[in-house]
């Protein structure tokens, strides 16, 4: 059983240990804890966490532009797979996206995640084959 709740600031140090423990998941300096306060701030509500026996064994954040909506980072425990705890996570973004008027949301995967692209195809995301996507860094650091 698990329950779930809008991500807060608190949860920073627990969020990111999620990810370092999950294969496919990048963190860059855009993941700091300034950066996300920033990032919570801008999408109040829109980022959720999953609590299974009072611990967080999942999280997905969200945001948009005000056009589109973005997830990122989507994250369950192994040992919490296939309880749903995935869908419930997006399902509750997307109804947030949705009451905003939002009803189109984008996510990035790596193409050597072969895990998270078979999650999305089977729940009826279309892998985008007419766009390519650019990304310009103002900084020698190419981890911003």
Not at 5 to 14: F, K, N
Not at 108 to 114: L, M
Request: hydrophobic share 40%; net charge positive.
């Amino acid at each position: 059983m698990f329950t779930l709740r809008v991500m807060t600031l608190d949860d920073y140090d627990a969020v990111i240990d999620l990810m370092k423990r999950t294969p496919g998941v990048s963190l860059r300096d855009a993941d700091s804890r300034e950066s996300t306060s920033k990032y919570l701030e801008r999408n109040p509500g829109m980022s959720f966490v999953a609590q299974v026996q009072g611990v967080i064994g999942g999280c997905v954040m969200c945001g948009h532009d005000g056009r589109r909506g973005y997830l990122q980072h989507l994250v369950v425990l192994p040992q919490h797979r296939r309880q749903g705890i995935a869908n419930a996570l997006v399902a509750r973004c997307l109804a947030s996206l949705e009451a905003l008027g939002i009803l189109k949301c984008h996510l990035d995967v790596f193409k050597t995640n072969s895990v998270a692209a078979d999650y999305w195809r089977s729940q009826g995301w279309q892998l985008r084959t007419d766009i390519d996507r650019y990304s310009f860094t103002r900084s020698d650091n190419e981890n911003v």
